[in-house]
Structures are given as C-alpha cells and as structure tokens.
C-alpha cells in the first residue's frame, strides 16, 4: 500500500493568498484526520472525518480554515486568507477504525510570508 | 478527561546504552495506548499499540513497551540504542468512545557515539 499521500509538501506563499493542502487516505480506512504541528502548540487535531463526513472540527483555528472529504480517497484542507501564523507543517492520517492506530502522511510545510 | 504526560522533554544515551522512555495516562474508562516515532522532516510513524490485548507490546526496530494499569503508565524501552534512534517520540491515548488521540508534548532522543 502507498500509505497516506499528501501534496505538495511544500508551500510558500505570501500573505493573503488562498492555500489549498492534499490529502488522499490509506484505502479502506474510513477515518480521516487533519493535524497541525508546530514548535510552540505541538500537535493539534483540527478536525476528523467519519466515512467522509465531519464529526468534529472544534480544533479548527478560524473560519478562514476549511475542509471537506468529497470521497473515500480524497480530502482538501484550505486556508483562505492564508496568514504568517499559519505557517506550520499539516498532516493527514487515517486510520482503519476510530479507536485504531492513525497513520500519518508526510505532511505539508506552509510558510506564508 | 483523558490525558498523556511524556517525562523528559530531552532524553540522552550513549549508543549501546538501555532507551527508557516515560509515559504515563489518565484515563477514566480502559484506554488504547500508542507510541509514535518522528524523525527529522517526516511524518509521524506508528512504533507499538496496545489494545488490550498483552501489557506487553512489542514494536518495530526492537522497542517495546509495557502497559502497567496499576502505575497508569505505558513506558518505552529498547535494549540497545543506536544512532538511527535519534528522534521525537510521542505517546498517544484513546478511550474508544472519543476517536481522538491525546498526544504527549513528545520526548527527543539523543544518542551520544
């Protein structure tokens, strides 16, 4: 198996501009979830999908962050308007079961200047 | 509510010395307990599970980890330790009923040649 494949993985963009993160899961599984890493706050769960619908994305900073799961292979994490304080590496992982191991992505670098 | 401490933000052996890594949870109802590997610009890699199953759970590259309920802890070891090691380690939770994992602030491991 390909594992959990993200793209890209890396963006920099400047201020302002709408940025759009790649997600697609293990096949099969049928959890999905958006993490958030950096230096000062760790990791951060930003929200998780169930068979391709939301359950929680209280972990969601703003509104300018949003994200869907249109299918079982794929979902977008989009930030619009981008700004410097979302720079951080993004992770996808998924997981067979809710209570199961998730398996993370490569992750996203975002640098927004 | 469940919780995960990792004792030892920085954690420094000598190459061929014994890797001990601490853990320990709150839980209020029986937990999944997981350990997780990040080495540098990479994503989170899935090392041990327990799900109830033996206290004793065996991971890849030679860690295991023993699931001690009376002690609410759930440390890593590994006999040996060698300078592939050098990582970020995190422990994880779940109950089961809430899909998210609660990660610990991760714990760095130095090998020292």
């Known amino acids: 198996d390909a594992g959990v494949i993200q793209s890209p993985r890396h963006e920099v963009t400047e201020m302002g501009q709408e940025v759009t993160l790649r997600c697609k899961p293990i096949?099969?599984?049928?959890?999905l979830f958006w993490y958030r890493q950096t230096m000062m706050r760790g990791l951060e769960l930003l929200i998780y999908f169930n068979n391709n619908v939301p359950i929680d994305d209280s972990g969601m900073p703003e509104d300018r962050f949003s994200a869907k799961m249109p299918n079982a292979s794929f979902s977008t994490l989009k930030i619009q308007p981008s700004e410097p304080r979302d720079s951080a590496v993004y992770f996808c992982?998924?997981?067979?079961?809710?209570?199961?191991?998730?398996?993370f992505g490569p992750g996203t670098r975002l640098l927004v200047l | 509510a469940q919780s995960v401490t990792q004792l030892g933000s920085h954690v420094s052996v000598s190459e061929g010395a014994l890797v001990l890594l601490r853990c320990n949870y709150s839980s209020s109802v029986p937990p999944y307990l997981f350990w997780y590997v990040q080495y540098p610009n990479q994503g989170l890699q899935l090392l041990l599970k327990y799900t109830s199953a033996a206290t004793l759970v065996k991971g890849i590259n030679d860690f295991e980890a023993e699931f001690k309920k009376s002690e609410t802890s759930f440390h890593l070891t590994k006999p040996s330790a060698h300078m592939s090691d050098a990582a970020e380690y995190f422990c994880?939770?779940?109950?089961?009923?809430?899909?998210?994992?609660?990660w610990g602030a991760g714990t760095k491991l130095i090998i020292k040649p």
């Open positions: 992982a998924s997981s067979l079961s809710g209570a199961g191991a998730q398996y």
């Open positions: 994880a939770v779940t109950s089961g009923s809430n899909y998210q994992l609660i």
């Open positions: 096949s099969g599984h049928d959890y």
